[in-house]
Nanobody, 121 residues
Framework: QVRLVESGGGLVQAGGSLRLSCAAS????????MGWYRQAPGKQRELVAA???????NYADSVKGRFTISRDNVKNTVSLQMNSLKPEDTAVYYC???????????????WGQGTQVTVSS
């Protein structure tokens, strides 16, 4: 089956940086948009950044200018470079991708297991 595996989370002080990576594997025919979501305790899951198959990007206002999303269509990976981190960025970050499986009839959303990002003040 298709899997998304995140890496790169951890503990960092405010003002620091982290780089998250997500690798998709399995019987993949094509990948449409890829993105990063996050969920803090007691809050709803929210979109942080997304990038479509043409390279166009969207960012949440709260991270604009600090985070950069990128993808490698050969390796089927998506990354999130996070700079100038703030305590309010603390959350579990989830990789998301719209993927058409080989032999599939329609694309569907896949999710990674999540990686914890903690920013201390």
């Amino acid at each position: 089956q298709v899997r998304l595996v995140e890496s790169g989370g951890g503990l960092v002080q405010a003002g620091g940086s982290l780089r998250l990576s997500c690798a998709a594997s399995g019987r993949i025919f094509s990948i449409n948009a890829m993105g990063w979501y996050r969920q803090a305790p007691g809050k709803q899951r929210e979109l942080v950044a997304a990038i479509n198959d043409g390279g166009s990007t969207n960012y949440a206002d709260s991270v604009k200018g600090r985070f950069t999303i990128s993808r490698d269509n050969v390796k089927n990976t998506v990354s999130l470079q996070m700079n100038s981190l703030k305590p309010e960025d603390t959350a579990v970050y989830y990789c998301n991708a719209g993927i058409l499986n080989t032999g599939g009839y329609y694309p569907r959303d896949y999710w990674g297991q999540g990686t914890q990002v903690t920013v201390s003040s």
